[in-house]
């Protein structure tokens, strides 16, 4: 169960960090909202992932399915680069996640 809470934290990472620009661009309270339940989200679920996983792994993790997820999010909804250097390397960023799931 800890791998799904930490694959969800990394979603609601993911969301948060998509929730910045939206704050960004509309500059309002419910827009603040929902960014600080996005993030709150994800460092709950987070917590809960790390009862049962090693610290090191879980926040590998965490950051690397936020830090890809974001990168995504940006070439998908923002316009974004979509070199393939940069995919390449979102690659490698989910294929080091996926080994330290492996190992753990």
Known sequence: MAWVY???AGIFEMTGVALIN??????NW???LLLLAGF???FLFLTLAMKSLPMGTAYAV??????AGGAL?????YGESK???????IC?????????????
């Open 92 to 104: 490698l960023v989910l294929g080091a996640a996926i080994g330290l799931k492996l190992v753990s």
């Open 22 to 27: 939206k704050l960004h661009q509309d500059k």
């Open 30 to 32: 419910q827009a603040l």
């Open 40 to 42: 709150g989200a994800s």
């Open 83 to 89: 070199d393939w250097r940069r995919v390449f390397f």
């Open 6 to 8: 930490l694959l969800l």
């Open 73 to 77: 999010l940006g070439m998908l909804y």
């Open 62 to 67: 965490w950051t690397g399915i936020g830090a």
